[in-house]
């Protein structure tokens, strides 16, 4: 088949396409769909609908963190629990999924730093953690951005970030020979490709 | 078509909307089916897309181009649907009845079915931006700088891509 043949073997696909009724009683939704989200509520994290009460408990659960750090900071495996674990509950209680995207990416890129510095350890598994959440936080981004919380643009840099310092993970991990790893990057590298090439 | 939503009333908002979905929803499901080969996710898919457009209006946003914008909401919509159901190579099964021209007698709309499922399962082959240049220009008759403006690249750029996901469909034919 030529060019100009598939050319028309394409166009011949406009025949095909949604019936009128149909695209009625889609509107009807959209339209349904439009009241729904002007009757909806701002929505409010789990976490703070009984505001008072969790604040305390929030705030509490941080100060015994905190303690815990300092007493464990010169013990590297409770130390490093302790740094994953006030992570993990920052990105929780961060307002928004922006804003838990970029806490987990700035906490895999300290990381990754801590780790070129003391390389034999890549492969160890926390490093790999630290990659896997931030993958996990940016992949629940809304690519378009939301309304009053993030834009296209903010993700697009973030994304842009992530894959950077993916590029150098693998650099890394192929000097380590962490071959699982490095597999893991790769399916990471192709996921942060593909969001953005949607831009 | 230029519209400047900010400061517009609602009812105004609601009748620019139904405006653009009179154009564009038929074009707009048939390409978001055309990705995602599940004509119930397509149509959830359109859905949400004239929601996120209606949101845009009513916080006032400048559209210059509703099309393109549309369609744009439309490839993050996609990408959103492809990570929710974890299936990124959906292959086309079948095209609905609902959706094959009426007014053929039952030969050509075999003939039409058979034709359409066989270029569209090699078009399935094709990287997601190639498919989507192909699809908004041959298929829904978007202008070049449309195209640019939906995929981010230049108007040169766009149509290389054209060009060369023509050539890489010829391998797949």
Known sequence: MNEEEIIEQIKKLKKLGPKQPELSLLKKEVFARIEA??????????????????????????????????????????????????????????????????????????????????????????????????????????????????????????YLKFDTMLHELADLAKKENAQAFLRQIEEYEKIADQKLNMY | MHITASGMEETDNKIALEKAYELYSGTILRFIFFKVSDYAAAEDITAQAFVKLWQKMSRGEEIRNERALLYTIARGLVVDHYRKSQNKNMSLDQIPESMLPSGENLQEIAETKYQSEHILQAMSKLRDEDRDALNMYYIDELSIPEISAILNKSENATRVVIHRALKKLREYV
């Open chain 1, 37 to 158: 989200a002007k009757k909806e509520k701002p929505q409010q994290s789990p976490y703070f609908i009984y505001w008072p009460f969790s604040h305390l408990i929030l705030s509490g659960a941080i100060a015994a963190l905190l303690l815990f750090a300092l007493s464990a900071a010169f013990y590297e495996p409770l130390n490093t629990q302790v740094r994953y674990s006030v992570n993990q509950i920052r990105i929780m209680a961060a307002g928004n999924q922006y804003r838990k995207a970029e806490l987990a990416l700035n906490f895999a890129e300290g990381e990754f730093e801590r780790f070129s510095k003391n390389p034999s350890r890549v492969g160890s598994g926390e490093l790999e953690k630290a990659t896997a959440i931030t993958n996990e936080e940016l992949g629940k981004l809304n690519l378009t951005g939301e309304a009053g919380k993030y834009t296209t643009e903010e993700c697009k840099k973030l």
